[in-house]
């Protein structure tokens, strides 16, 4: 799409803008590319780069920056990140993440991605297998039913599930006998397997609300809990933000809802190694001025779970990848050691 020229200015007008903020005129930008060019071919190049929808020109300004589609181009064709750097960093204090219990792991990890990026660290928890040692139903209303869990080891849980038809209580006890006579001790993953293979066994409306129970997503009613945020007030000294306080809102809204993080962030669960997501070009990210870096860590070789920062578009993306790179084994490593404790 872009000559080698076109190229060379697109990734200089970048790496100008991360570094200072400034809409990029054609003087400055000829200086930064190292390129023997007039002012005014430069300025055609650059207008060739905004018809594309690469750059865009500030009201206020004659210069011009990236957009998210320019960004993505940067990103995806012309960012290098040095391997030697993809190693813990001097300024990395890793103490908190090599021991201790994993949730202090995670959260640890939270707080050091906050502190190296200067952004906001997420870390999205690994879900838990819902075994249970007990189950209740209780009929609070019309097609209502609270569903009451007790795993082995004494905790509660509590969620609301909505049935098709309505149910006795007495027919409530029958379903929550069967459960705890053929299903105790095993998880809800595994007991909707069963399900699957014995329902035809069982009375058919008993079985739909038993399907309902453990059919309903127990990391649903846990999602408060899943997400360890760091960092949040760091975009308050970001301009893109600090400027526009309708932005900084919705951006803070994002975090307080951490249900939509959850959704964010676990789409690079599927992926291997760091992704990077830059709002406006895609429907992952909801605000166009957001990037985030994201990377999956593992337990024993297995994904468990996500990290990242979360931060401007207009951020210094190699360090970002070797920040959220190096933080991601770390915690890695961390879990799978103390899991093997």
Same mark, same amino acid.
């Given at each position: 799409?872009?000559?080698?020229?076109?190229?060379?200015?697109?990734?200089?007008?970048?790496?100008?803008?991360?570094?200072?903020?400034?809409?990029?005129?054609?003087? &400055?930008?000829?200086?930064?590319? $190292?390129?023997?060019?007039?002012?005014?071919?430069?300025?055609?190049?650059?207008?060739?780069?905004?018809?594309?929808?690469?750059?865009?020109?500030?009201?206020?300004?004659?210069?011009?920056?990236?957009?998210?589609?320019?960004?993505?181009?940067?990103?995806? &064709?012309?960012?290098?990140?040095?391997?030697?750097?993809?190693?813990?960093?001097?300024?990395?204090?890793?103490?908190?993440?090599?021991?201790?219990?994993?949730?202090?792991?995670?959260?640890?990890?939270?707080?050091?991605?906050?502190?190296?990026?200067?952004?906001?660290?997420?870390?999205?928890?690994?879900?838990?297998?819902?075994?249970?040692?007990?189950?209740?139903?209780?009929?609070?209303?019309?097609?209502?039913?609270?569903?009451?869990?007790?795993?082995?080891?004494?905790?509660?849980?509590?969620?609301?599930?909505?049935?098709?038809?309505?149910?006795?209580?007495?027919?409530?006890?029958?379903?929550?006998?069967?459960?705890?006579?053929?299903?105790? $001790?095993?998880?809800?993953?595994?007991?909707?397997?069963?399900?699957?293979?014995?329902?035809?066994?069982?009375?058919?409306?008993?079985?739909?609300?038993?399907?309902?129970?453990?059919?309903?997503?127990?990391?649903?009613? %846990?999602?408060?809990?899943?997400?360890?945020?760091?960092?949040?007030?760091?975009?308050?000294?970001?301009?893109?933000?600090?400027? %526009?306080?309708?932005?900084?809102?919705?951006?803070?809204?994002?975090?307080?809802?951490?249900?939509?993080?959850?959704?964010?962030?676990?789409?690079?669960?599927?992926? %291997? $190694?760091?992704?990077?997501?830059?709002?406006?070009?895609?429907?992952?990210?909801?605000?166009?001025?957001?990037?985030?870096? &994201?990377?999956?860590?593992?337990? %024993?070789?297995?994904?468990? *779970?996500?990290? $990242?920062?979360?931060?401007?578009?207009?951020?210094?993306?190699?360090?970002?990848?070797?920040?959220?790179?190096?933080?991601?084994?770390?915690?890695?490593?961390?879990?799978?050691?103390?899991? *093997?404790?």
């Amino acid at each position: 799409m872009l000559d080698e020229r076109a190229k060379r200015l697109l990734k200089a007008l970048v790496e100008r803008y991360i570094d200072d903020g400034q809409p990029v005129g054609s003087r &400055t930008l000829a200086k930064a590319a $190292g390129l023997e060019l007039s002012p005014a071919t430069i300025r055609n190049v650059m207008s060739d780069l905004e018809e594309l929808g690469l750059i865009a020109s500030p009201h206020t300004s004659a210069g011009r920056i990236p957009t998210a589609r320019g960004y993505r181009l940067f990103v995806d &064709t012309m960012l290098t990140v040095r391997r030697d750097g993809l190693a813990p960093m001097p300024e990395m204090n890793t103490r908190g993440i090599e021991g201790g219990q994993p949730q202090r792991v995670l959260s640890n990890a939270a707080n050091m991605l906050s502190n190296l990026s200067q952004f906001v660290g997420v870390v999205v928890a690994p879900r838990r297998a819902s075994v249970f040692r007990h189950i209740e139903f209780l009929s609070l209303s019309e097609r209502r039913v609270l569903v009451i869990l007790v795993s082995p080891d004494g905790d509660v849980q509590n969620r609301i599930i909505h049935t098709q038809v309505n149910f006795t209580q007495a027919q409530l006890l029958e379903a929550a006998n069967f459960l705890n006579a053929h299903y105790a $001790g095993l998880t809800m993953e595994e007991v909707r397997r069963r399900l699957k293979t014995e329902v035809e066994v069982l009375r058919g409306e008993i079985a739909q609300l038993m399907q309902a129970a453990v059919n309903d997503d127990p990391d649903a009613a %846990d999602s408060k809990e899943e997400v360890v945020v760091s960092g949040e007030r760091n975009l308050l000294s970001v301009s893109e933000f600090s400027n %526009d306080m309708g932005n900084l809102r919705r951006m803070f809204d994002l975090f307080e809802q951490k249900t939509q993080l959850i959704r964010l962030l676990d789409v690079s669960t599927q992926a %291997d $190694g760091v992704r990077i997501y830059i709002g406006g070009e895609s429907q992952v990210v909801p605000f166009e001025d957001l990037s985030v870096v &994201t990377a999956p860590y593992e337990v %024993d070789g297995q994904v468990v *779970g996500t990290l $990242g920062v979360i931060g401007p578009q207009r951020m210094a993306y190699d360090r970002m990848i070797q920040i959220v790179d190096v933080t991601s084994k770390l915690v890695s490593n961390a879990l799978s050691h103390s899991k *093997g404790d």
